[in-house]
C-alpha cells in the first residue's frame, strides 16, 4: 500500500498538472512532522531516530506537504538500511 502510495504520488509530482501549495514553511516542523510518524517502526526494529538542527533556522517558501513526503521517504529508505542499534540523523 506504501508503495503504491508513493508511486501515485511521484507520477502527480512529474505530471505538469500538479499544484503546489507554496507558503512560509519551517524546517523544524516539516523534520518534527516526519520523525513523529517514524519514532514507532523505528522503535519496534531498535533504531534511535534523531534530529539536530539550528534553532533559528530562517522559515522557505515551499509546499510542506511535497517536502515532507521527501523527507518521508528518505527516513523510510533509512529504516530499511539502517541495523538494529545504530540511529539515523536529519540534521
Known sequence: NELV?????L?????????????????SACVQKCLHQFRPRAKKVGVVLEERL????????????????????????ALKYT???DRILLS
Open 5 to 9: 502510495n508513493d508511486l501515485l504520488e
Open 11 to 27: 507520477s502527480k509530482v512529474e505530471s505538469s498538472s500538479v499544484i503546489y501549495q507554496f507558503s512560509a514553511v519551517s524546517v
Open 54 to 77: 539550528q534553532p533559528d533556522l530562517p522559515l522557505v517558501w515551499a509546499d510542506m506537504a511535497k517536502i515532507i513526503w521527501v523527507l518521508n521517504n528518505l527516513v523510510s529508505n
Open 83 to 85: 541495523a538494529n542499534g
